[in-house]
C-alpha cells in the first residue's frame, strides 16, 4: 500500500511521527497526522484545510490544551515535577528521546501508529479507489480522517464547528484539480 | 509552560480533572522509566530476580511484564 502513496502522502505519514514525537505522544493518533497535513503548507490539501481555519500552529495548541497526552508536563508540575528536568536527566543517561521510547531498546526513532491512526491510513487507501486514483495522495488521508470520523483529528474539527460535508467537497475538489 | 500563576491554582483547586491528569501523567513516567531501568539492569547482566528485589515485587511479576515474547525487553539472544 505504502508504494502507491504520492511523495506528499509519505511525507505526511512521516511527519506524523515528527509531530507525535514534538507533542511527546506514545503513538501516532489521528490528531498527528492532522498536524502533518497542515504542515505542508504549500499542498492543495493544506490550503483546503486552511480555507475552514485550520492551520499548524493553533490546531496544535488546540491539541495540546485537550491533555490528553499520557505525559502532561502541566499536570506534573502541579505536584511539583518538572518533567523537562526528568527528560534531560533520563536522556544524559539513555540517549534522546529515551523516555518516549516505551519499547526500551527497541528501535529508538520509531514511535508506533494508534489503530485509529493506522484504519485512517486503509480508509485513505479506499477513498483513492473510490475515486479512481492510482495513486494514494495527502487528499486521501485528509478524507480517511472524515471518513474515520472519530479520534482527536475529529475532535478538533466538531469543537471548531467545522462544516465536514463541506470540507469532503472542497477536499475532493483540491484533489480532482 | 504555562505561568506559575496559574500552576498554582491549579495545585490548589479540588479539580478532579487536574488532580486525574496529574496522576496518570505520574504514573506513566513511572512506567516509563520502569522499562528502562529493568532494559539497563538486563543488558547489565541482571538477573530477574535481582531486579525484582529491588523493585520490591516478585520475580514473576517482572518476569511477566517484561520477558514476554511480545514485551519491549525481551532478550535479543
Given at each position: 500500500?505504502?508504494?502507491?502513496?504520492?511523495?506528499?502522502?509519505?511525507?505526511?505519514?512521516?511527519?506524523?511521527?515528527?509531530?507525535?514525537?514534538?507533542?511527546?505522544?506514545a503513538?501516532?493518533?489521528?490528531?498527528?497526522?492532522?498536524?502533518?497535513?497542515?504542515?505542508?503548507?504549500?499542498?492543495?490539501?493544506a490550503?483546503?484545510?486552511?480555507?475552514?481555519?485550520?492551520?499548524?500552529?493553533?490546531v496544535?495548541?488546540?491539541?495540546?490544551?485537550y491533555?490528553?497526552?499520557?505525559?502532561?508536563?502541566?499536570?506534573?508540575?502541579?505536584?511539583?515535577?518538572?518533567?523537562?528536568?526528568?527528560?534531560?536527566?533520563?536522556?544524559?543517561?539513555?540517549?534522546?528521546?529515551?523516555?518516549?521510547?516505551?519499547?526500551?531498546?527497541?528501535?529508538?526513532d520509531?514511535?508506533?501508529?494508534?489503530?485509529?491512526?493506522?484504519?485512517?491510513?486503509?480508509?485513505?487507501?479506499?477513498?483513492?479507489?473510490?475515486?479512481?486514483?492510482?495513486?494514494?495522495?495527502?487528499?486521501?488521508?485528509?478524507?480517511?480522517?472524515?471518513?474515520?470520523?472519530?479520534?482527536?483529528?475529529?475532535?478538533?474539527?466538531?469543537d471548531?464547528?467545522i462544516?465536514?460535508?463541506?470540507?469532503?467537497?472542497?477536499?475532493?475538489?483540491?484533489?480532482?484539480? | 509552560?504555562?505561568?506559575?500563576?496559574?500552576?498554582?491554582s491549579?495545585?490548589?483547586?479540588?479539580?478532579?480533572?487536574?488532580?486525574?491528569?496529574?496522576v496518570?501523567?505520574?504514573?506513566?513516567?513511572?512506567?516509563?522509566?520502569?522499562?528502562?531501568?529493568?532494559?539497563?539492569?538486563?543488558?547489565?547482566?541482571?538477573?530477574?530476580?535481582?531486579?525484582?528485589?529491588?523493585?520490591?515485587?516478585?520475580?514473576?511479576?517482572?518476569?511477566?511484564?517484561?520477558?514476554?515474547?511480545?514485551?519491549?525487553?525481551?532478550?535479543?539472544?
Open positions: 500500500m505504502f508504494e502507491r502513496f504520492t511523495s506528499e502522502a509519505r511525507q505526511a505519514v512521516v511527519g506524523a511521527q515528527e509531530e507525535a514525537r514534538r507533542l511527546h505522544a503513538r501516532i493518533g489521528t490528531e498527528h497526522l492532522l498536524l502533518a497535513l497542515l504542515a505542508q503548507e504549500g499542498s492543495a490539501s490550503a483546503a484545510l486552511a480555507r475552514h481555519g485550520l492551520v499548524h500552529d493553533s496544535a495548541e488546540t491539541i495540546r490544551g491533555g490528553t497526552a499520557d505525559l502532561d508536563a502541566e499536570a506534573l508540575t502541579t505536584l511539583g515535577i518538572d518533567l523537562d528536568a526528568v527528560r534531560d536527566r533520563v536522556e544524559a543517561t539513555f540517549g534522546p528521546g529515551a523516555l518516549e521510547r516505551v519499547s526500551g531498546r527497541a528501535a529508538a520509531h514511535i508506533p501508529f494508534s489503530p485509529r491512526a493506522k484504519k485512517v491510513l486503509e480508509l485513505s487507501l479506499r477513498e483513492a479507489i473510490a475515486m479512481k486514483s492510482k495513486s494514494i495522495a495527502d487528499g486521501h488521508i485528509a478524507l480517511g480522517l472524515l471518513r474515520e470520523g472519530e479520534g482527536l483529528a475529529m475532535k478538533v474539527l466538531h471548531r464547528g462544516d465536514t460535508p463541506e470540507l469532503r467537497r472542497d477536499l475532493t475538489t483540491a484533489l480532482r484539480s | 509552560m504555562a505561568d506559575t500563576g496559574q500552576v498554582a491549579a495545585a490548589s483547586s479540588k479539580d478532579p480533572t487536574v488532580g486525574l491528569r496529574a496518570r501523567s505520574l504514573r506513566t513516567l513511572v512506567e516509563r522509566l520502569e522499562a528502562l531501568q529493568v532494559g539497563n539492569a538486563r543488558d547489565q547482566g541482571w538477573t530477574w530476580e535481582q531486579i525484582a528485589q529491588q523493585l520490591g515485587v516478585t520475580r514473576q511479576a517482572v518476569h511477566k511484564k517484561y520477558a514476554s515474547g511480545r514485551g519491549p525487553l525481551r532478550r535479543r539472544d
